[in-house]
């Protein structure tokens, strides 16, 4: 399984009609992460009057990792603008934080929405992303002469090999992407004669 996530921090600022909103975005591993995240942003803006949060803090579809505040904002004012635009990005791992310094205008329900969402969407709009590979490890045994060609296969498939040990024989501890593990098989035994089998790593 594969998704993307963001690289770096964003913020973007905008103030609309007084109040000052300041919009966060970081990836974020997890709930805990994601809550910390909130935290530390609460402790950086002690002044401001709300700090709303939303986030998809898993994969993307993985709606046991959403989550979102309205700290205070009219309910569904401010979180679950933010989440939609998150949930809309594609992206997972990844938080936001729209910390507001009221104006002395009221905005209203309509204004809130459109001025949370926005701030969310238009970070997004400057997120640099990458790939997120979620990996299983196996194990694999092979000769010393067989050990070249096995790994220019294991660089052609974009394997990670998270341990090496070598007695006498090459123990590897591969972390395959569960997609191509059946391919990965297959071409292991064609190439090696039957004689390479993966085994699932118990962790």
Same mark, same amino acid.
């Given at each position: 399984m594969e998704?993307? *996530?963001p690289k770096a921090e964003i913020i973007f600022e905008e103030e609309i009609k007084k109040s000052r909103f300041i919009t966060y975005l970081r990836?974020?591993? +997890?709930?805990?992460? @994601?809550?910390?995240f909130w935290a530390e942003i609460k402790q950086q803006h002690p002044q401001a009057r709300? %700090? #709303?949060w939303a986030c998809v803090a898993g994969s993307p579809n993985d709606s046991q990792q959403y989550g979102f505040s309205d700290d205070g904002e009219p309910s569904g004012t401010a979180g679950k603008p933010m989440l939609s635009y998150l949930i809309g990005s594609g992206l997972g791992e990844i938080s936001a934080v729209v910390v507001r310094y009221y104006g002395g205008i009221l905005l209203g329900t309509g204004g809130l929405v459109k001025a949370y969402g926005n701030g969310v969407q238009q970070a997004l709009l400057q997120v640099e992303k990458f790939r997120?590979?979620?990996? $299983?490890?196996?194990?694999? $045994? #092979?000769?010393?002469?067989?050990?070249?060609?096995? $790994? %220019?296969?294991?660089?052609?498939w974009d394997i990670v090999i998270e341990e090496q040990q070598f007695s006498d024989? *090459?123990?590897?501890?591969? @972390? *395959?992407n569960p997609t191509q593990v059946?391919?990965?098989q297959m071409l292991l035994t064609q190439?090696? @004669? +039957?004689k390479l089998a993966l085994v699932k790593a118990v962790r």
């Open positions: 998704y993307f *996530i990836h974020t591993e +997890g709930l805990e992460q @994601a809550k910390a709300h %700090h #709303c997120k590979v979620l990996r $299983q490890s196996y194990r694999l $045994q #092979c000769e010393y002469d067989q050990f070249n060609s096995l $790994q %220019h296969l294991i660089d052609e024989k *090459i123990e590897l501890t591969l @972390a *395959i059946e391919t990965f190439r090696f @004669a +039957g």
